[in-house]
């Protein structure tokens, strides 16, 4: 399998319809996983708190990454009407571009956040590389936010 079949294949696993259900399991089930591990780690000072909390947020890391390939749900009416702005931020191309960069931006954030607890070379500078990052994509959610806020379908549910 070449590098474009193994992304369409991830693409197609990460949107059918059973993988919501798991990923939800899985995530919740992860941060159990994490939580314990940092009540051994720090709070008992337990050393299979390091085996868990590499568990627990290396899989909370990886479907952060696997969110990456989500398509983004949300519709738009189009309108004449709408500005130039409105016209940019409810476009098919920037919903995949910040869903992207949430993902990466995410699965990163978290493994520096591992590396980081324990004391691992290299933690820093993921998470100096990380937090602008995601202080950009928060800046554009909150952006498309206000300009679409009025755009959104009546029977859309949050």
Same mark, same amino acid.
């Given at each position: 399998?070449?590098?474009?079949?193994?992304?369409?294949?991830?693409?197609?696993?990460?949107?059918?319809?059973?993988?919501?259900?798991?990923?939800?399991?899985?995530?919740?089930?992860?941060?159990?996983?994490?939580?314990?591990?940092? &009540? %051994?780690?720090?709070?008992? #000072?337990? /050393? $299979? +708190? *390091?085996?868990? !909390?590499?568990?627990?947020?290396?899989? =909370?890391?990886?479907?952060?990454?696997?969110?990456?390939?989500?398509?983004?749900?949300?519709?738009?009416?189009?309108?004449?009407?709408?500005?130039?702005?409105?016209?940019?931020?409810?476009?098919?191309?920037?919903?995949?571009?910040?869903?992207?960069?949430?993902?990466?931006?995410?699965?990163?954030?978290?493994?520096? &956040? %591992?590396?980081?607890?324990? #004391?691992? /070379? $290299? +933690? *820093?500078?993921? !998470?100096?590389?990380?937090?602008?990052? =995601?202080?950009?994509?928060?800046?554009?959610?909150?952006?498309?936010?206000?300009?679409?806020?009025?755009?959104?379908?009546?029977?859309?549910?949050?």
């Amino acid at each position: 399998m070449g590098r474009l079949s193994n992304l369409v294949f991830i693409e197609r696993l990460v949107n059918s319809a059973g993988y919501e259900r798991f990923s939800k399991f899985c995530i919740k089930a992860f941060s159990a996983v994490t939580l314990v591990a940092v &009540l %051994l780690k720090y709070m008992q #000072h337990q /050393p $299979g +708190g *390091t085996i868990l !909390l590499i568990i627990g947020m290396g899989g =909370l890391g990886m479907f952060a990454y696997l969110s990456s390939f989500r398509q983004p749900k949300v519709s738009y009416q189009t309108s004449p009407h709408m500005t130039g702005a409105q016209r940019f931020f409810t476009s098919k191309g920037l919903a995949n571009f910040m869903c992207k960069l949430d993902g990466y931006g995410t699965s990163l954030g978290l493994i520096g &956040l %591992l590396f980081k607890l324990n #004391h691992w /070379p $290299g +933690g *820093t500078k993921m !998470l100096y590389l990380v937090v602008p990052t =995601l202080l950009i994509v928060g800046i554009l959610h909150l952006v498309k936010y206000l300009l679409t806020r009025d755009l959104r379908p009546t029977n859309y549910k949050e």
